[in-house]
């Protein structure tokens, strides 16, 4: 009989983990250091392909906090990236001097260790203001989301950089939620949807795994060179995290993710396919 209470009274404990009210605990002064890897393969139209392969690096550091939200930094302190492109490579490392003084280089002075400031929500996790670009105000208005690809990692969990990784590293399960439980959600965004559900798999002490699976579809048009380009892009993904339920913190993710796209140039409609892996790890 007292086997019996033991276990139920673990179990009980267990399933309990998830259903108080969570928040995102952080400690002014801070830091969050984010190493993040990603590789994909694509075939592009014409018969081109592209294969990438890039790990960069993130400081978060909390400057401020009140009752409602902490104010963050994010600082890109180092990237490595290659491309491969019709056989023609093309590779940046920020810690080599010799790469500093490159095209590649020169572009990516502009995003290296420079801080954006962001507000994060402590119930939710969420970003409750946008990024501030705190050296260069004038930065925002070069970046636009022209590009119809340039939110797809970022939805899907694959983009490292920019907001998507402050978000990324916090995340509080929904109230009376337990071992086997699932729920949706799902955004719309720059005419892509995105769906996600997540199903806690296991928790063991205060650390929750839990399986993530996800879509996007989009539609829409854009300009590229002078020229009108439709388009059409589906997405899909699965993936793990590692969370700490008592603090709302990811300590790792990981994705799988698979694209097919189809643009329309002047009446001609060429395909495009992409498959990529992404791993990211936390240490506070």
């Known amino acids: 009989m007292k086997r019996i ?20 605990i952080l400690n002014k002064g801070q830091k969050i250091t984010i190493v993040s890897s990603s590789n994909s393969n694509t075939d592009m139209p014409m018969g081109m392909t592209m294969k990438t392969d890039n790990t960069t690096t993130n400081v978060l550091a909390v400057i401020d906090a009140d009752d409602k939200n902490y104010s963050i930094t994010n600082t890109i302190t180092k990237l490595k990236m290659s491309m491969d492109m019709m056989g023609e490579a093309t590779n940046y490392d920020s810690e080599k001097p010799e790469d500093k003084n490159s095209d590649m280089g020169k572009a990516m002075s502009e995003k290296l260790n420079v801080a954006d400031t962001v507000s994060v929500d402590k119930k939710t996790g969420s970003m409750a203001t946008t990024s501030k670009k705190a050296n260069s105000p004038e930065r925002a208005e070069k970046e636009d989301d022209s590009n119809p690809f340039e939110g797809i990692l970022s939805s899907m969990g694959g983009d490292r950089a920019g907001n998507a990784i402050v ?63 439709s388009y059409h892009i589906e997405t899909k993904s699965k993936g793990e995290m590692i969370v700490d339920i008592k603090k709302g913190l990811v300590n790792k993710s990981t994705s799988e993710i698979e694209m097919t796209a189809t643009m329309d140039v002047m009446g001609q409609s060429m395909p495009m396919t992409s498959k990529g892996n992404y791993s990211v790890t936390y240490q506070y």
């Open 167 to 229: 978000e990324g590293t916090f995340f509080i399960i929904p109230k009376d939620k337990k071992i086997g439980d699932n729920w949706t959600d799902s955004s719309t965004e720059n005419s892509m949807t995105t769906k996600k559900t997540y199903t806690i798999k296991s928790i063991e002490k205060d650390i929750a795994t839990i399986t993530v699976t996800g879509t996007l579809i989009g539609d829409g048009t854009t300009e590229m060179q002078g020229t009108s380009i």
């Open 5 to 24: 209470f033991f276990v139920l009274a673990i179990l009980s404990t267990v399933c309990s983990y998830a259903q108080k009210d969570s928040k995102v």
